[in-house]
């Protein structure tokens, strides 16, 4: 099998420490990086995770469902339709869910799904059932684009959860994005997995990283059939990342109503153990293509996020976002460990 190119250097750092009596101290850092992604990590354990349970109250107060244009007595008034040609009934609807045009769209088809009328729902309330419209609409809407023909070639389900993720609005909602060319993260997927097939005479990455993985033991968390979930060796957030993998699914449209079950049911309960473990929010992604590519496989990240008390100070620094590193003190091994004991209930 061909080398996936994960790689890992480990340093030690040491200095006097002034909390024990100027004593030397050492530090062991990690620096990762991960060739598939393009991502370059350095795990340092001695940083902080969120002590205590956060409290949605401030958030709330600043965001009331008064003004909420998701909730109920706002949302015929302030969300946006769609044009005819799309859909003559102006927005999609499945059960609880609504998806309508994005007010202020990343792209030119950009949508955005509400899935309650529930202005806001914890993370512990983040059950299979409660998403399950939310998702559903999305899949309708994309398979009303396929219809249409425009062209599109890549598509995604996304997920800012609360503020701290860049959530704009408190009110649970997804949004998808559809369009002709991959975004830049998704460019580097792909071409990580064409050259690995012309490098290793016709090996499929994605499959070849799943083995490799499950025979460490180290990251890869539970497959629930289809799915399979692992802690990411390079991940892109502070606090860590969980990948989930469609195996032999080529496009968007191999998924089933069985595979969506199978996703939120995991989700459910990667959800549970955030919430158990005192965060608050997160950034979710599912990347697919609307037309089967054989080297690609339906894959998507969840990455925790939090602020850092007293002064609500964000997870992302320089080291992020000028220097291409992500800072991370929860070592992937750990988190796979952890995640592994929600998967056996």
Request: charged share 20%.
């Amino acid at each position: 099998m061909k080398d996936i190119g994960l790689h890992k250097e480990v340093t030690v750092g040491r200095y006097l420490n002034p909390f024990a009596g100027f004593e030397e101290k050492e530090l062991v850092i990690e620096e990762r990086y991960d060739e598939t992604t393009g991502v370059a990590s350095r795990i340092l354990p001695y940083r902080v995770r969120p002590a205590h349970k956060p409290d949605p109250a401030p958030y709330l107060e600043k965001s009331p469902p008064s003004i909420c244009p998701f909730c109920p007595e706002l949302f015929d008034r302030l969300t946006p339709k769609f044009t005819p040609d799309i859909l003559t009934a102006g927005k999609f609807r499945h059960g609880d869910a609504w998806l309508f045009p994005n007010a202020f769209p990343y792209d030119a088809a950009n949508t955005v799904a509400t899935f309650s009328s529930c202005h806001f729902l914890g993370l512990d309330q983040l059950t299979a059932d409660a998403m399950r419209d939310g998702f559903a609409v999305c899949r309708d809407y994309l398979y009303r684009i396929a219809e249409l023909q425009k062209g599109y070639q890549y598509c995604s389900i996304n997920w800012n959860y609360m503020p701290p993720s860049g959530g704009g609005l408190i009110h649970p909602h997804l949004q998808t994005l559809v369009s002709r060319h991959p975004t830049s993260f998704v460019r580097r997927l792909l071409s990580s997995a064409r050259n690995y097939a012309e490098a290793s005479g016709g090996g499929h990455l994605w499959r070849n990283l799943l083995l490799l993985e499950q025979e460490a033991k180290e990251r890869f968390i539970a497959a629930t059939g289809v799915i399979s979930w692992l802690a990411a060796f390079s991940p892109k957030g502070m606090a860590g990342e969980v990948d989930f993998y469609f195996k032999e699914k080529t496009s968007f449209f191999d998924l089933t109503e069985a595979n969506f079950a199978e996703l939120l049911s995991g989700l459910a309960r990667v959800f549970a153990h955030l919430y158990v473990n005192n965060f608050m929010s997160f950034n979710l992604s599912l990347y697919a293509t609307m037309t089967p590519e054989k080297n690609f496989w339906v894959q998507g990240k969840i990455v925790p996020r939090f602020e850092l008390n007293p002064l609500g100070t964000s997870d992302l620094n320089y080291f992020e976002k000028l220097h291409d590193e992500i800072i991370c003190p929860v070592v992937p091994e750990q988190l796979c460990r952890e995640l592994q004991a929600y998967f056996q209930v």
